[in-house]
Every structure is written in structure tokens, then in C-alpha cells.
């Protein structure tokens, strides 16, 4: 059948399917869970609180093999240039490859390359880890900060924070927004004679880095002298020589290439903050976590997918039943970055209207990512997500065990917490539940009906929820990889390429043409009146 057929299809599926509740599915089928989730090794999927049944899942796999994601994902692992608009090849798999088999790029086995920057990424970490390298002053360096934006930031703050247990290198700091108060605030805790500066920028060019480097460059210079800048700098980009025209030294700059994406290149050079917390083996480890999960999305058949279900329940809910958001809600404070993390993976990749030929899509793509930490947001937003008019899909994460051994009763609290809210957010509480819970509280029955409607929650709102053992570097990695690969495998669906970001240009464009009006230095004339009233109230 093609596509659009079975998009017909599965519409039709999901209005027969409108008048059953997820109370009634799990009622009818005493064995939901075990045939609504998927495992790999300690990683458990339960989608068994999605909207479907058999059927729908049988359909969704088939729309996944129309689609050709098999084949797809075969060109992406193979080095085909699938990046269209970029003319680049996708490999972000190839960094964590931990196989002796080649990856040919343009008739090149990239591996010999991958590896020798893992080597000297390992030799740099270590150097600084042991105060074998120095800063200018002969101190050990105490601090690193990170400049950079997007891809070349979100990935190594996330995995920091992430993979605290694991931090027993030199404290990290980042800085990504242009905000002279982000850079502004982290020196001012800093002392430059222990600190080293990473700058980190795909292109060398974004100005938001750029801006903050010279910024960090110049306060090295003036307490240290201009000497020092080299003993305090080092770089990651694909841009060598715009590195060196900065002027770090070759020997401290870890290079990755064109085929990385900036949103997947946590696992290249960009990592190297990271490296530096945690070190080189659990780094290792956090490769060989997402190399997991590469084998997994391409050995395992789809039925079994854990990324291609993620990503058939993401289309279901997108597009079949109409839900335009989806929140990520991890019970694991350490995975606090997470959704702004998944923000830029998810929309950066998936935000497109038009499909690979150019012609506009037919149906709504990526969906609004966002969430917080569970438990804060349960006392935040979670009331909309019960009770609110709009229906958003929930992901939950949870750890089986915590890193707090001592602290046991907070991880059961925190377990009890992640259970409750996806129950919750399922069955719901009818009107008549409320009434009687009212009734048998000892309310007057005209406060009972009074109040009853308030204490309603439609229930049937539909989550998934991730299980893994402990947030270790190879649980982080492959879970990085698992959300990586849905949003791959739901762009194949989408028939987008969820590999270019042509969606931040425009806004960069207009930015360099007013910053010489901002600055007072051209006319805004040109401008719209709304823009030109603006500049005129901030100038005034
Ligand atoms: O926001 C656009 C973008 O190009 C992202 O895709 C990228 O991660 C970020 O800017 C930073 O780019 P660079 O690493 O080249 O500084």
C-alpha cells in the first residue's frame, strides 16, 4: 500500500479505535505490557500506555517499511550522502564505531581519522587530568571552560551533568549565550591562571562563540599577557584554518569533519569536555553505550525496535491523532538537560515543511519538545498535562537504581512519583469516582456536586516511559543513540531531511544586517515600523 494509503488507513483505525479508553485496553488484555514493550539488555520501552493496539502496531511497522526505513537507515550506517541540501554524508554513527569495520566516505575508510583523534583527545584529557600540562603559570588547571553554542554546548552540558558520579577531573563550565552576563558571571568565579578554554565551534565562524572566545582570549591577555593565550586555549572544529588564525596552536586543536552533525556530535572532539570531567575510559564507555544502540536499531527487526517504536508512537501521536507537542520528563535530576538537549535534536532536525524533493509535506512534522525534570515539574506544569484542554503526549525516564546508595528512600519516592503520574495521566478519575472520594470524605452532598467537576480528570492521556538499570556513561549513551535514531526514523516517515538547519539562517542573516544600526553606525529606514520602533525605544 502506498504511504498516503496507509496514512488513510491508520485514520481510519485510530476513529474505530476513538470510543475505546486506555482503561478498556488494559481491561481487555491482561498481557498489554508484555505485548507493548521492547527490551534491550536493561533497557525496557513500555509504550503499553499509548492510544494503539495490535492492529495499529501492525500497521505503524508496515507504514515504517513502505517508508523504506530499512533502507534508509542502511544508506545513513553505509556513508551515502543522504544530507541532500548539505551533500554530506551522515555518520555521527561512525564516531562511536567500535567494530573493526571500515566506514567509507567518498572512498575513504573514515576510521584511521576517528581513531587517532580519540587518541589524542585521550593524551590532551590525561595531560590535563594529571596537571602533566600546565597553565602558564606552572598551576594545574582547576577549571575548563567550554565556549560554544547549540550542538557544540548542549551535548557536553547535558552528558556533564549527566555523569556526575563519574566527574573526578578539573571542574567544567560552559558559556553559550552571547549574553556578555553568561561569560561575565562564569569568570567572574574564575581565576585565569587555573583556567583553560575550550573553544568549540563546527564552522569557527557563529558569532555568538566567536564574540565569547575574543572575550575570554582578552581576559587571559590582560591579567596573564598576550604569552600565556597559547598555554590556555585549545579548540575543536572542522575549520582548522580559521583555528589557527584565532591562534591556537595546531597541536591543540581536535578536528572532526563535515559528515558530523553539530546536533550529533557529542560523540567527536566536541566531547572533549567531557573527556576531561569523566575521563577517557568512561568516555569510552559512553561510546560504546550509543555503539550498542547502533547495532540494536540495525539488527533488531522493527517490531522490536526500541528507536523505530519510539518513532512509530511518535508519528501515531503526531499525525494520526493530532497532538502537537510531546514532553520529556525524566525522574533522574542528573538528566536536567535533557529536554534542551532533545529541543535541538528533535526540532533542529525534524522542524521542515518541505519533504526531500523540495515539494511542501503533506502532513504535520516534528512536534514541540520540551519538558523538565520530574519531580519539580509536577509542581509546575503537570496540572495542565492532567487537566488542561490540550492532550500531550508524555516520555518518562527512570533509573531502577539511583547513585545515592545511601539515600535509597529518596530513589523509591522518586520511583512511586514516575508510576503515579503515567497511571494518572491513563486512567484519569470519572465524575463519579470524584463524587464518591468527595461523599466518602464526609462532604455534604451539595458540596459533593459542587465540587466534583474539579476533582475530574479525563484520563486516557497517552505516555511512554524508558526503564534502564543506572544512569551510567554507557546507559547515557545509548540512550542519546535511541532518541538520535527515532528522530532519524521519523524523518525517513516525514520523507524530510532531518540532517540540515536552513530554519536558523534567515534570523542569523537579519542580525549581522542590524547590528550596524544597533550600534548607531547605519540608518533603520529600510526596516518595517515595528522593528524600526523598536530599535528606537531600546536606543532611547
Ligand atoms: O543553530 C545552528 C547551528 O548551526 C547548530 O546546528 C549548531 O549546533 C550551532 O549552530 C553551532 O554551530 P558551530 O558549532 O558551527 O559553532
Redesign the pocket.
Known sequence: MALEAQFVSLSQHAEKLKDTTLRDLFANDPARFTAFSAKTDDLLLDYSKSIIDADALAQLVDLAKAADVEGRRAAMFSGEKINGTENRAVLHTALRNRSDDPVIVDGKDVMPDVRAVLDAMADFSEAVRSAELTSSTGAPFTDVVNI?????DLGPVMTTLALAPYHDGPELHYVSNVDGAHIADTLAKLDPATTLVIV???????IE?MTNAQTARKWISDTLGEDAVGSHFAAVSTALDKVAAFGIDQSRVFGFWDWV???Y?VWSAIGLPLMIAIGPDAFSDFLEGAHAMDKHFQEAELANNLPVLMALIGVWNRDVLGHSARAVLPYDQRLSRLPAYLQ?LDM?SNGKSVKLDGTPVTRETGPLAWGEPGTNGQHAFYQLLHQGTTVIPCEFLIAANGHEDDLKHHHDLLVANCLAQSEALMLGRTLEEAKALLKASGQADDEVERLAPHKVFPGNRPSITLVYDSLTPFALGRLIALYEHRVFVEGVIWDINSFD?WG?ELGKELATALLPMVKGDASADSKDASTKGLLAALKS
Do not use: L
Open positions: 560554544g553554542i547549540g550542538g557544540s568549540a565551534s563546527k564552522t569557527f565562524t557563529t562563540t552533525g553539530g546536533r556530535s535541538q533542529e538547519q536558523v
